[in-house]
């Protein structure tokens, strides 16, 4: 089975990018699992002709009309079976409108070549943008939903297209080295990482350390944790609280307010900001930390790649009660419950788990559980499984 995925924002490539790199991490296990794979992406991409056992090809630098023609042109002359679209609207620009008419134009330009949506969201906040993420899920031959929230979506305003759904989540889009499942020695690598972030911040034996990762802007509650951290240092606690990740180009100014909103509380020394560092660092804070805050505006989901890990990294989780419904995420379980915008009642868990062991060791067990779930070659091969039935026209119902 050859098969192309087109992924705009494949790495390396002008801006970081969450989907980018859930691409970048499925394809070696999807290679390993037996599928030929083709990458097509956009032509910021600056890395080798190969990647992960996968052909990367270019193709353009803006996805207008003229891209459906490339991309089925792709299609053909590569001899793929199946494409798989990485689906979110502010992938495609300067205006996502066209790709939503990619499941029609490779029905007509490349007859015979299924085009199935990997959808990362059900569209974005514009009627347009609804309306075109409608008529892609209409017309395309499958359609994977890459967490709960899609799907709830889907179901919710779009019954009928549940029928050619499958939902396969996504991975952490950072691991750490080796076998997460040997306990003594990540105890062992752990302790090592701590004491050399410690020395490196200066932080006596008791403090702690505290993360959270991503990209910034609003809806994240980054704002909160910052208020938190002026309470704790105002109450005489040691700690350092690492803000790993950059910004957004477009982000209006909202990141260096995050950091003018720092120092207002104070915290010159206590906050980091890393801006954007290798996956070995960042590895090495997440191993280190004691707790990954992560007090989301829609709640814990499993589409947060970043959170996941922290999940994967074996961190206890303090985050927001979900939206919708999960089998994923428990409250007391694998994550600890916050109401969003709340900084007080974060300040207070915070501080309560700061004082506890005992209950951020229940909480990183519960992590470490729930790492198994997300784990790509599991991932890698549930998506070879999709595509199969994709292939061979068995329906969700059908694969039990």
Not at 129 to 155: C, F, H, P, Q, R
Not at 170 to 195: C, H, M, S, V, Y
Not at 298 to 304: A, D, E, F
């Amino acid at each position: 089975m050859r098969i192309g995925i087109l992924s705009p924002s494949y790495p390396p490539n002008r801006e970081p990018c969450g989907i980018g790199d859930f691409t970048k991490k499925l394809v070696p296990d999807l290679v390993r699992c037996g599928v030929e794979v083709r990458i097509f992406t956009s032509l910021d991409y600056s890395g080798a002709s190969e990647s992960g056992g996968a052909r990367v090809i270019p193709l353009v630098r803006e996805w207008g009309p003229g891209s459906l023609a490339k991309i089925a042109r792709a299609a053909r002359d590569e001899k793929i079976d199946a494409l798989l679209v990485q689906y979110a609207p502010d992938l495609y620009s300067p205006s996502p409108i066209w790709i939503h008419l990619l499941p029609v134009a490779m029905k007509l330009l490349a007859p015979g070549v299924p085009a199935a949506l990997s959808m990362h969201t059900a569209g974005g906040p514009t009627f347009s943008s609804k309306a075109g993420a409608g008529l892609m899920l209409a017309t395309a031959s499958a359609i994977l939903s890459t967490n709960e929230e899609v799907t709830y979506l889907i179901g919710k305003y779009m019954r009928w297209a549940l029928r050619k759904l499958w939902e396969v989540p996504i991975g952490a889009n950072i691991e750490p080295a080796g076998d997460r499942t040997a306990a003594g020695g990540q105890a062992a690598t752990r302790l090592a990482a701590r004491r050399k972030v410690q020395d490196e911040e200066d932080l006596p034996g008791e403090g702690m350390i505290l993360a959270h990762f991503g990209l910034y802007y609003p809806g994240k509650g980054a704002e909160q944790i910052l208020e938190a951290a002026g309470k704790w240092k105002e109450a005489g606690r040691a700690f350092r609280l690492f803000m790993i990740g950059g910004r957004r180009e477009d982000d209006g100014g909202f990141y260096p307010e995050l950091q003018d909103r720092a120092r207002a509380h104070g915290l010159a020394d206590e906050v980091i900001w890393t801006g954007y560092v290798s996956a070995e660092r960042v590895t090495e804070i997440l191993l280190a930390a004691d707790l990954f805050l992560a007090p989301f505006e829609g709640g814990i989901s499993s589409r947060r790649s970043s959170m996941l890990a922290a999940v994967v990294h074996g961190l206890p989780v303090v985050s927001t009660p979900p939206n919708i419904p999960t089998r994923y995420f428990r409250a007391g379980e694998n994550f600890v419950q916050v109401p969003f915008g709340d900084a007080g009642a974060l300040a207070a868990e915070v501080a309560a788990l700061m004082d506890d062991p005992a209950r951020r060791g229940l909480l990183r067990e519960g992590s470490r559980v729930l790492a198994e779930v997300f784990s790509w070659p599991d991932i890698a091969l549930r998506t070879r499984d999709f595509l199969e039935d994709l292939l061979t026209g068995k329906r969700p119902a059908e694969t039990g």
